[in-house]
């Protein structure tokens, strides 16, 4: 099955993408599976980072066997408040199974996406390398995470977004919004706090992700739309 996913740039989205008119032309469009990450009111207090000024103010995921990507962008564009959208055809990895309830209900969770771009001075094959095999079990031991999602972009489907390399999910718990024990898992350790944080931003470095990412904090939730 294939996996698209875009990034939606604007002001109050929310309505606009949870709208079952949308999900209808989006089911018209050859989506079975709709995952939404809104930017809403359960992470207004959460960090944002975003590489160009503009915050991304949602994460529309859509599987399907076949799925008409111009025309799913299309849809999207079209949406009242909606400045902007970038758009990819993705290779999922699981890392860390994410709960899924597919009733369009928000997750209990702050879930984080991570819009990651390659630094110049390392090929998509070290990049990669650095990655999935050294960094992945750095940030699965150094954050709670209860869900985490690897999706390496195989194909841009839209200009402005061939700079993006891959997306990342994460799932924490709400307190991980204002306690980085929560986020990190430390138990309140103060010296077990930094060495995690020590640990992840070294990571972080080494892969290039502390430049040039957009942080997205979202609510997510799932929708099965062969139920309509």
Same mark, same amino acid.
């Given at each position: 099955?294939?996996?698209?996913?875009?990034?939606?740039?604007?002001?109050?989205?929310?309505?606009?993408?949870?709208?079952?008119?949308?999900?209808?032309?989006?089911?018209?469009?050859?989506?079975?599976?709709?995952?939404? +990450?809104?930017?809403?009111?359960?992470?207004?207090?959460?960090?944002?980072?975003?590489?160009?000024?503009?915050?991304?103010?949602?994460?529309?995921?859509?599987?399907?066997?076949?799925?008409?990507?111009?025309?799913i962008?299309?849809?999207?564009?079209?949406?009242?408040?909606?400045?902007?959208?970038?758009?990819?055809?993705v290779?999922e990895?699981?890392?860390?199974?994410?709960?899924?309830?597919?009733?369009?209900?928000?997750?209990?969770?702050?879930?984080?996406?991570?819009?990651?771009?390659?630094?110049?001075?390392?090929?998509?094959e070290?990049?990669?390398?650095?990655?999935?095999?050294?960094?992945?079990g750095?940030?699965?031991?150094?954050?709670?995470?209860?869900?985490?999602?690897? +999706?390496?972009?195989?194909?841009?489907?839209?200009?402005?977004?061939?700079?993006?390399?891959?997306?990342v999910?994460?799932?924490?718990?709400?307190?991980?919004?204002?306690?980085?024990?929560?986020?990190?898992?430390?138990?309140?350790?103060?010296?077990?706090?930094?060495?995690?944080?020590?640990?992840?931003?070294?990571?972080?470095?080494r892969?290039?992700?502390?430049?040039?990412?957009?942080?997205?904090?979202?609510?997510?939730?799932?929708?099965?739309?062969?139920?309509?």
């Amino acid at each position: 099955m294939t996996k698209l996913m875009y990034a939606v740039w604007g002001r109050d989205l929310t309505s606009a993408l949870r709208a079952p008119q949308l999900h209808a032309e989006l089911r018209g469009a050859g989506v079975d599976r709709l995952q939404l +990450n809104l930017d809403d009111e359960g992470v207004v207090e959460a960090m944002r980072i975003a590489s160009a000024g503009d915050h991304v103010g949602a994460i529309v995921s859509a599987w399907g066997e076949d799925p008409d990507a111009d025309r799913i962008t299309r849809c999207l564009a079209g949406l009242d408040g909606v400045e902007r959208v970038d758009g990819w055809r993705v290779e999922e990895r699981r890392r860390l199974d994410p709960p899924e309830t597919w009733d369009g209900s928000r997750v209990d969770a702050l879930a984080q996406v991570a819009l990651l771009r390659r630094p110049e001075e390392l090929s998509h094959e070290e990049w990669l390398h650095i990655w999935q095999v050294e960094h992945t079990g750095v940030a699965i031991r150094t954050q709670a995470t209860f869900g985490y999602v690897q +999706n390496i972009v195989q194909t841009p489907l839209t200009a402005r977004g061939e700079d993006v390399a891959a997306l990342v999910e994460e799932l924490f718990v709400p307190a991980a919004i204002h306690d980085r024990h929560a986020f990190h898992g430390s138990d309140g350790d103060e010296a077990e706090l930094a060495r995690r944080t020590r640990a992840l931003m070294g990571s972080v470095r080494r892969m290039g992700a502390d430049r040039g990412i957009d942080l997205v904090p979202t609510g997510r939730r799932l929708y099965d739309l062969r139920d309509l």
